[in-house]
């Protein structure tokens, strides 16, 4: 490697433009690389202009992932994610112009979406997990068990202790609990990182749950590998990579935003808990234990219009048992 390509110092994050940043990085060299990169949808970040042109960013995003193939081990896992304007187009070009091999495409759903005046509300991101080669990666199985539907809701005793794998739809409904986000199914409950949660960075308005990023980082490396974030943001992947055990790098284009991280960094430790709701709980009520609806009656009115016999429809009683 030329003396001015010398590799960047890991544990740490490190100011500038990833496609620079990314040749700095000795090939074949980190374990698991997440990318939440800019969606191109005209956020307003304070260093990179959100507004390019379609053929633009294409090529920048083949740019850049193909920079992150070039520093993937060859048992390597690269997991993005992106929003549904270049889904489509970024999963074809990491497969079918890169060779990676799509593993799962994972829907992270969360019911406190983003509010839209003519088309359904905005609720989920599009999750890719890739490999180099799909006869060796990591996924670590028996770290992100989780306990099933036999388990939490119908205490059936045929259920396996250990519980089950995750489905690939990952789910958050804020009404299921007032105090946080418990599960009464066996889904997945990540909690999109809101305004008032005590997670909130307050600097990024694009932050990830650091539970959903301590699933990924489990499943797809071991303690003492080196995680990758080649848009840092607010520093989740890293912080998260760190309560873990991992080794980390962060490239982030932001001076702000990597003083920031750094500072993040700083106040946590291996072994810190992660921020947010853990998984469900074994805890949760059965079936049989819940709550009963008695009989009641409720009382809908039509609204102010004629039926077929030209008589008005009145009261409607419905009775429910």
Request: aromatic share 10%; net charge neutral; hydrophobic share 35%.
């Amino acid at each position: 490697m030329s003396s001015d390509r010398l590799p960047l110092n890991i544990d740490a994050v490190h100011r500038g433009d990833c496609l620079e940043l990314l040749s700095h990085i000795p090939e074949g060299s980190v374990h698991l690389v997440f990318a939440d990169p800019p969606f191109n949808i005209g956020y307003d970040y304070d260093s990179y202009d959100d507004r390019r042109s379609e053929i633009d960013y294409l090529e920048w995003s083949r740019q850049w992932m193909a920079g992150v193939v070039r520093v993937l081990r060859p048992d390597g896992t690269f997991w993005l994610a992106i929003g549904d304007e270049y889904a489509a187009e970024l999963k074809v070009a990491a497969t079918r112009d890169l060779g990676l091999n799509c593993r799962s495409w994972v829907i992270w759903y969360y019911t406190f979406g983003v509010h839209c005046k003519k088309k359904f509300s905005r609720s989920h991101v599009h999750l890719f997990h890739f490999v180099r080669d799909p006869s060796a990666f990591t996924f670590e199985t028996e770290e992100i068990r989780v306990p099933s539907a036999r388990q939490l809701v119908y205490g059936d005793a045929r259920a396996n202790p250990s519980g089950r794998l995750p489905d690939d739809t990952w789910i958050l409904r804020p009404q299921d609990c007032a105090d946080g986000f418990n599960a009464i199914e066996d889904t997945w409950y990540f909690p999109r990182v809101c305004g008032t949660f005590k997670e909130r960075s307050g600097w990024h308005g694009c932050q990830m749950p650091e539970q959903l990023l301590g699933r990924i980082i489990k499943a797809s490396s071991r303690p003492g590998e080196l995680v990758l974030d080649p848009f840092a943001g607010s520093g989740t992947t890293l912080s998260t990579a760190k309560k873990l055990g991992r080794h980390f790098l962060g490239l982030e284009l932001s001076e702000s935003y990597a003083e920031r991280i750094a500072k993040r960094l700083e106040t946590i430790s291996v072994g810190t808990p992660l921020d947010g709701t853990a998984e469900p709980l074994l805890s949760v009520p059965t079936t049989s234990q819940g709550r009963k609806l008695g009989a009641t009656k409720r009382r809908l009115r039509r609204p102010p219009q004629e039926n077929k016999t030209g008589q008005s429809p009145g009261e409607l009683t419905l009775d429910f048992t």
